[in-house]
């Protein structure tokens, strides 16, 4: 649906920050799904932890933010230019459930709830196969950078 090169041109995130690797299934302000390769190689698992390396719970947040981002801007049909961020505006009910290690393929599944006073509130979970790894509510917010 949509390969890396895509959400290169969507996202301004780029390594070690950048948490979406492929778009699987993509329905117009209504939901996303999206893949994220866990790989042994990434930073933050030299440290988090050397004995038993697992994603940080707040990079599983970052990566369903990306995603809600992928379909936000779907939703609204534009492209960001360089003076547009995407911010998060709110977490609720935030669940870790199981640890995602190097190896795991996490998908990511955001739907849109609503768009107010662009607002988007966003209901996200994170699965390894079957099982949920994280799910949350998310709000963001898109704004455009004052210039200087």
């Known amino acids: 649906m949509m390969d890396i090169h895509q959400i290169l041109k969507q996202l301004p995130h780029r390594y070690p920050i950048l948490l979406v690797d492929r778009v699987l299934e993509l329905e117009k302000g209504v939901r996303i799904k ?15 932890f050397p004995h038993r390396p697992v994603m940080p719970g707040v990079l599983m947040l970052e990566a369903l933010a990306q995603a809600a981002a992928l379909l936000a801007f779907d939703t609204l049909g534009e492209t960001p230019d360089d003076q547009t961020v995407y911010y998060f505006a709110g977490i609720d009910g935030a669940r870790f459930k199981r640890p ?6 996490l998908i990511l599944e955001v739907e849109l709830d609503r768009m107010k006073a662009g607002i988007f509130k966003f209901k996200a979970r994170a699965k390894v196969g079957d099982d ?7 709000m963001c917010t898109m704004r455009k950078i004052p210039q200087a």
Do not use: R, Y
Request: glycine share 8%.
């Open 34 to 48: 999206a893949l994220k390769n866990v790989s042994i190689n990434e930073p933050h698992f030299l440290g988090h």
């Open 100 to 105: 995602v290690e190097p190896g795991d393929q």
């Open 132 to 138: 949920i790894a994280t799910e949350a509510e998310l």
